[in-house]
Each structure stands twice: as structure tokens, then as C-alpha cells.
Nanobody, 125 residues
């Protein structure tokens, strides 16, 4: 079992930045694919970013966040991060980190085995 806990959410004005963190416990996740998803009220879960454990692989991003968000991980600390810059009101959502025991990154939430409880991000105009 892997337990994931997100932190770093909050309220920010448009154009601002936030850095989300996700701590894993219960089992080392160095060989897990990690991802960030978000969900707004009345909407389905939306893929944000994914990263594998292999240093040679490039992360993958949703088109809506590409160039603004950066996913990274620190296996020694069992942490995954999401740096969010140039935030827009449409980025407002609950953000979830997720872990998957698979080879390649994925934008499909159904491929992930473990989920955190989420952290709220609110961007005002």
C-alpha cells in the first residue's frame, strides 16, 4: 500500500504561482509512475501531468498547462511536486496526486492505483 498526502494548495491571484507537494508513505515509490490530476465542481477528473521514474524520460503534460506547470520528483524523499506558474482562474480545482505501478506515464486516471485526498487551488481574476 502507498499513502499519498498533498499539500501546498491555496488561493492566489491570476498570474501567480503555487507549488504543490505530495508525500508518499507505506512503500517506496521509486518505481511508480506519478501523476497529477485535477477536478472542478461538476466536471470530470482532468489529467495535468505525469512522470516516470526513469531519468531519461520526459514528463508529459496536458496541453492546457504545458509551458506553465512543471512536474518533478525526489525519490530519496518520496516526494512529487507540481510547480504551477502563470496561474489562470480556469486552473481552479482540487488537485490530486496519484501513483501507478506501470512502465509508462499515463493520462488515464483509471491506470493509477493510489490517490491522495486532494488539495484545493483557487485562482482569482
Amino acid at each position: 500500500q502507498v499513502q499519498l498526502v498533498e499539500s501546498g494548495g491555496g488561493s492566489v491571484q491570476a498570474g501567480g504561482s503555487l507549488r504543490l507537494s505530495c508525500t508518499a508513505s507505506g512503500r517506496t515509490f521509486s518505481n511508480y509512475v506519478l501523476g497529477w490530476f485535477r477536478q472542478s465542481p461538476g466536471k470530470e477528473s482532468e489529467f495535468v501531468a505525469t512522470i516516470t521514474w526513469r531519468s531519461g524520460d520526459s514528463p508529459d503534460y496536458a496541453d492546457s498547462v504545458k509551458g506553465r506547470f512543471t512536474i518533478s520528483r525526489d525519490n530519496a524523499k518520496n516526494m512529487v511536486y507540481l510547480q504551477m506558474n502563470s496561474l489562470k482562474p480556469e486552473d481552479t480545482a482540487v488537485y490530486f496526486c496519484a501513483a501507478a505501478a506501470r512502465w509508462s506515464g499515463s493520462s488515464n486516471p483509471g491506470h493509477y492505483d493510489y490517490w491522495g485526498q486532494g488539495t484545493q487551488v483557487t485562482v482569482s481574476s
